[in-house]
Nanobody, 120 residues
């Protein structure tokens, strides 16, 4: 099994910053692409940022220039640095990873989510 555990969420004022972390553990041989999603109340889950195993990144238009995704392969961890936060960034943030397990199987794993609340 593969587990993803997010941390770093919380309450912040508009214009502030937060850094989310997502640590993967378990029967991991290699982490391929890693992702951050978010889901606001009453809305569909949306893709926020992607980082490939080679470090290429992609962002939703709504967060470009404000959020930065990065990864530490030695720690099996992905990060999301969020700056200039807005009330509309309020959501539960989830990480996702495409994992090649030690059994040579591809696993699509999700974390449990971490709440980010931005006050105006």
């Amino acid at each position: 099994q593969v587990q993803l555990v997010e941390s770093g969420g919380g309450l912040v004022q508009a214009g502030g910053s937060l850094r989310l972390s997502c640590a993967a553990s378990g029967v991991i041989y290699r982490l391929n692409a890693m992702y951050w999603y978010r889901q606001a109340p009453g809305k569909q889950r949306e893709l926020v940022a992607t980082i490939t195993s080679g470090g290429s990144t992609n962002y939703a238009d709504s967060v470009k220039g404000r959020f930065t995704i990065s990864r530490d392969n030695a720690k099996n961890t992905v990060y999301l640095q969020m700056t200039s936060l807005k009330p509309e960034d309020t959501a539960v943030y989830y990480c996702r990873a495409t994992v090649v397990t030690i059994y040579n199987r591809v696993s699509d794993s999700w974390g449990q989510g971490t709440q980010v609340t931005v006050s105006s």
